[in-house]
């Protein structure tokens, strides 16, 4: 029997975003998480969560990726603590959906945290709107090949027309990742959960 999905606009989305010491989600430390609710197909921007993290002993913040997030030791050092973090993310999660834009690095982080700090996932439903740009590729210009398509977060955004913000910071990309998410949604005429994941 199949069960019937929701309406799209009847669930909470959580777009979440993180900025991170390096790449390596084993190895690389959560320094930033925000999040920023869709909640009846509009962005909450009054409840959106921002806070930076202080990595974990061990964990260092690799030169290239301050390049691109401006974290310093410095600045982190005095922030929250992961596993307090993360019960704050999942509280959020609780309540609804997670959408990320390329959720194999957000999704993976999560999980290896939540792992080392013997942390429950919560095994949200997950909406990525990098899936969402392939399934519209797909549907266009099946002939394009998966490299040429606008897949970054800026990129994409500037294809659908929404206006550049400054990358990196976790809160703005989060709510980059919901604008983005509301014109795919609209573009493909999804008009359930099952039509996003």
Same mark, same amino acid.
Request: some cysteine; hydrophobic content about 45%.
């Given at each position: ?130 899936? =969402?740009?392939?399934?519209? $590729? ?5 002939? +394009?090949? %998966?490299?040429? #398509?606008?897949?970054?977060?800026? !990129? ?14 976790? =809160?703005?990309?989060?709510? $980059? ?5 509301? +014109?795919? %949604?609209?573009? #493909?005429?999804?008009?359930?959960? !099952?039509?996003?994941?």
């Amino acid at each position: 029997m199949l069960f019937r999905s929701p309406a799209w606009d009847t669930v909470v989305y959580w777009a979440l975003d993180l900025e991170t010491g390096g790449l390596d989600a084993r190895r690389d430390a959560i320094l930033a998480v925000g999040m920023v609710p869709v909640r009846r197909g509009f962005i909450q921007l009054r409840d959106a969560y921002r806070t930076l993290v202080r990595p974990e002993d061990g964990s260092s913040i690799a030169p290239g990726s301050v390049s691109a997030h401006q974290l310093v030791w410095g600045e982190v050092s005095e922030a929250p603590e992961l596993p307090a973090v993360l019960e704050e993310v999942k509280r959020r999660l609780g309540e609804g959906v997670l959408l990320v834009h390329q959720k194999t690095i957000d999704v993976g982080f999560l999980k290896q945290a939540c792992k080392r700090h013997r942390v429950k996932w919560p095994e949200p439903r997950v909406v990525d709107t990098v899936d =969402l740009l392939k399934k519209i $590729a797909s549907v266009r210009s099946p002939e +394009v090949p %998966r490299e040429m #398509l606008a897949l970054n977060l800026s !990129r994409a955004r500037r294809q659908y027309g929404l206006p550049p913000y400054q990358a990196h910071d976790a =809160l703005t990309d989060a709510v $980059a990742t919901a604008e983005l998410f509301l +014109v795919l %949604r609209k573009t #493909l005429g999804a008009r359930t959960v !099952r039509d996003l994941t």
